[in-house]
């Protein structure tokens, strides 16, 4: 059984807005509440542990979801040291060797399909794995007055997905390394990238999406009450 990290300490600066993104109300739950049903009500995810801030007044308070066990640490200033927290309040019986997931507050969208093929190409790799997609999309690098300055080759490029899959003890040094070199790795498999590893790409759905701006609700919403419709 696995356990999965939830960093839900964010502000949501970017987004905008009074409310951080991860308490939003979509299809009449908050987004952090889609997020950790697609994770525990999964047989394969045993419980898990969500980094909040430390003035956090949303947090519903549970202690349990979907019949699984949820704890909560006070996370960091940024993604990297919530993590750490939250690798750090995993309880005793999760192994230094035991693979851990890590997934995003504020993707909500995660199908049991793709997190099954995760844990079972993740676990069998010797350092594990992330949910990605290949870029489909013509890529242009941009010049500083605006203009295209080149198409890029898009074969071999993917977009990172979470959840991301790694051995607990690894996962914790890894970030422990980027952080104390002034490094913020923007996902997890960055920070193992700089230890000389190379994570396994699980290819997942593209609808897999991370809510990141005001027009990203309304697909959002939509995505999801199909999800609810399809399991009424």
């Not at 600066?13 to 109300?25: A, C, E, H, N, S």
């Not at 202690?63 to 927290?85: H, N, W």
């Not at 994570?199 to 999800?227: C, H, I, W």
Request: aromatic share 4%.
């Amino acid at each position: 059984m696995t356990w999965a990290i939830v960093p839900a300490a964010g502000r949501g600066t970017r987004f905008g807005g009074d409310v951080p993104k991860q308490y939003l109300d979509i299809a009449g739950e908050p987004l952090l509440a889609h997020a950790l049903r697609a994770l525990l009500s999964h047989p394969g995810v045993e419980g898990a542990v969500v980094a909040l801030a430390a003035d956090d007044a949303l947090w519903p308070g549970w202690d349990a979801f979907e019949g699984k066990p949820v704890r909560t640490c006070i996370g960091g200033a940024s993604r990297g040291a919530s993590v750490l927290a939250g690798l750090a309040a995993l309880p005793e019986e999760v192994r230094a060797d035991d693979f851990v997931l890590v997934h995003d507050a504020a993707r909500p969208n995660l199908s049991h399909a793709d997190l099954a093929a995760l844990l079972e190409r993740g676990r069998a790799d010797p350092v594990g794995a992330i949910l990605a997609a290949p870029v489909r999309d013509t890529l242009k690098r941009a010049g500083d007055d605006g203009g295209i300055d080149a198409t890029e080759p898009r074969e071999r490029l993917w977009r990172a997905l979470t959840p991301q899959l790694f051995r607990r003890l690894q996962l914790a040094r890894a970030l422990e390394a980027a952080l104390a070199e002034g490094v913020e790795p923007t996902d997890e498999s960055m920070a193992m990238e700089r230890q000389g590893a190379r994570p396994l790409l699980v290819e997942g759905s593209e609808d897999n999406l991370k809510l990141t701006t005001p027009a990203d609700l309304a697909l959002m919403a939509f995505l999801l009450r199909g999800v609810r419709g399809s399991a009424a």
